[in-house]
């Protein structure tokens, strides 16, 4: 169990207590109870404290102590994990891992999605990220039969529809560019850095787009999108788009309003909901859907060729 796994699972404890926290004696027990991380073995105060101040400076995650009530320990800036993607990412994993790993007994009954891409690579992009290299990477675009090799910044990484992405920038093109970590073939670190730009924000970078398509010749655009029957609730638990507003609702139908540029995979997705969801707005991206269901039934009404 390494260090950081157990600043995670402190927490996740007292984040799921709430403004209420708990004393030193409830979480030691808790601790204690999850074998699985403390071997049985109680949480000592001198402990406790060290890994307090720890997961301040590491996490951004400050645990307070209040007075009233019998000094009872809790989070004092929980919008840090309301608001951090990345931190709330790292608490519902380990809370998911620490939960699967306590039933091993019922490995047969839960399926869980795989992630392939995060198998090769992943942790040498973030190490590169740390230091600032720059990478040497051979990758091999689905669209083209050769690989090639080139130098790229590595300035983020993106999680989509189960697989990992770098955003770089190309050194030869000096343009901003997507890569999928499953079609690299090798990286290599080198000891060249590069200055990542001080002004650059990673979620406005995205802000205006679905997923890892950047495509900022196509405008943004507000786009209502109509959910019919029950799928409105979908879309309310799992928004679209963090743009995403609800306009109106009845037991037939909701109408939600985003604001985004309609790439080639949000359409995609649109696709993907059939006829549990209709395009109302703009009239250039219904158009674009009455194309696509067009083009799927000419597909679907030629002689099928074996």
């Known amino acids: 169990m390494t260090t950081l796994e157990k600043y995670i699972w402190v927490v996740n404890a007292l984040y799921r207590a709430g ?30 404290n060290r890994w307090k101040d720890n997961i301040l400076m590491s996490l951004g995650v400050n645990i307070d102590c209040r007075l009233k009530g019998g000094y009872r320990y809790y989070i004092s800036n929980p919008e840090i994990l309301a ?13 998911t891992a620490n939960t699967l ?7 047969d009954r839960i399926l869980v999605e795989e992630i392939p891409s995060s198998r090769h690579f992943l942790t040498d992009i973030v190490d590169a990220m740390k230091g600032n290299n720059i990478i040497m990477a051979t990758y ?4 083209y039969k050769n690989s090639y090799t080139f130098p790229i910044a590595p300035y983020c990484l993106k999680m989509f529809q189960k697989r990992w992405y ?28 590069f200055k990542f730009p ?17 495509d900022e010749d196509i405008p943004l655009q507000r786009i209502v999108v109509r959910a019919f029957g029950a799928h409105q609730h979908y879309m309310r638990s799992l928004p679209l788009h963090l743009s995403q507003k609800e306009l109106c609702s009845c037991a037939e139908y909701a109408d939600f309003e985003l604001t985004l540029r309609p790439t080639y995979d949000f359409i995609m997705e649109l696709q993907s909901y ?29 002689p099928m060729i074996k």
């Open 166 to 193: 770098v955003l770089a920038l190309s050194i030869n093109e000096d343009k901003l560019r997507i890569y999928g970590l499953d079609r690299f073939e090798n990286i290599e670190i080198t000891k060249e850095h």
């Open 83 to 95: 608001n951090g993607e990345l931190l709330r990412w790292l608490l519902d994993t380990y809370s």
């Open 19 to 48: 403004s209420h926290g708990l004393s030193l004696k409830e979480l030691s027990d808790k601790w204690e109870r999850d074998e699985s991380i403390s071997y049985g073995e109680p949480l000592p105060r001198q402990t406790f």
């Open 140 to 143: 091999r675009n689905f669209h």
């Open 198 to 214: 001080s002004d650059f924000n990673v979620k406005d970078y995205f802000s205006s787009f679905f997923g890892v398509v950047i």
């Open 274 to 302: 059939g006829t549990m969801i209709e395009v109302m707005e703009p009239q250039s991206l219904r158009q674009t859907m009455k194309c696509c269901i067009s083009d799927l039934c000419r597909l679907y009404k030629a």
């Open 101 to 107: 790993s306590q039933n091993t007994s019922l490995k």
